[in-house]
Nanobody, 118 residues
Framework: QVQLVESGGGLVQPGGSLRLSCAAS????????MGWYRQAPGNQRELVAG???????NYTDSVKGRFIISRDDAKATVYLQMNSLKPEDTAVYYC????????????WGHGTQVTVSS
């Protein structure tokens, strides 16, 4: 079975940066789309950024120009570099498959809390 473990969250001031990591196991990582999602209290989980097996990326409008998703297939890890953080970025961040053809689609880790506050 697949397993996803997120890390790197924390408390950061507005304008600060964090780098999230998600280590995947249990299946072949390369060629599978991966995504970062987030869920704030009272809100539905939303896609933040996705990266295809070939490296193409997609971002939700609110993070374009601030967040960068990347992957290291040798380490079976996907990253989310978050810059110029805003209080509205506060949420639990999860990784999962991106695209229904990803073997990781629908699998979730425990998430990592990101809190942006002064």
């Amino acid at each position: 079975q697949v397993q996803l473990v997120e890390s790197g969250g924390g408390l950061v001031q507005p304008g600060g940066s964090l780098r999230l990591s998600c280590a995947a196991s249990g299946s072949i990582f390369s060629k599978n789309g991966m995504g970062w999602y987030r869920q704030a209290p009272g809100n539905q989980r939303e896609l933040v950024a996705g990266i295809s097996g070939g490296g193409s990326t997609n971002y939700t409008d609110s993070v374009k120009g601030r967040f960068i998703i990347s992957r290291d297939d040798a380490k079976a890890t996907v990253y989310l570099q978050m810059n110029s953080l805003k209080p509205e970025d506060t949420a639990v961040y999860y990784c999962s498959g991106w695209g229904t053809d990803s073997v990781f689609f629908g699998s979730w880790g425990h998430g990592t809390q990101v809190t942006v506050s002064s």
